[in-house]
């Protein structure tokens, strides 16, 4: 079985489309961007082919992480499962940043 691989159009990376734990990949493991390819809402091919970017991390009940991207082209949220190879500078990164950007004054905390 020959692997396919596809090209990261932000990072050049030339990317496989299994994971090294063998599920199916749909974003960069170095750059964790991906294409908009997929329609969520309707389940099949999207013909926006924009840029996904990663915003969130999200830990299920399970405990597995997951990526959410939104398409900066339609806005569209999409939710795709953390590998082992994904950058975890990156993860890290994504997953704090509502800590490290509170919509909110942290002086508010004081008051409580």
Not at 52 to 58: L, N, R, Y
Not at 81 to 109: C, G, K, W
Request: net charge neutral; hydrophobic share 40%; proline share 9%.
């Amino acid at each position: 079985m020959k692997t396919a691989t596809f090209a990261c159009a932000w990072c050049g990376l030339t990317v496989t489309t299994f994971a090294p734990d063998g599920a199916r990949r749909n974003h960069c493991p170095s750059c964790l961007q991906s294409r908009h390819v997929l329609d969520q809402v309707e389940g099949g091919p999207s013909g926006c082919h924009g840029r996904m970017t990663p915003i969130a991390i999200a830990v299920l009940r399970t405990g597995e992480w997951m990526v959410i991207h939104r398409c900066v082209r339609c806005d569209e949220l999409t939710s795709s499962p953390v590998h082992p190879d994904d950058n975890q500078l990156i993860l890290m990164r994504t997953a704090v940043r509502p800590l490290a950007q509170p919509p909110f004054p942290l002086e508010a905390f004081g008051a409580l």
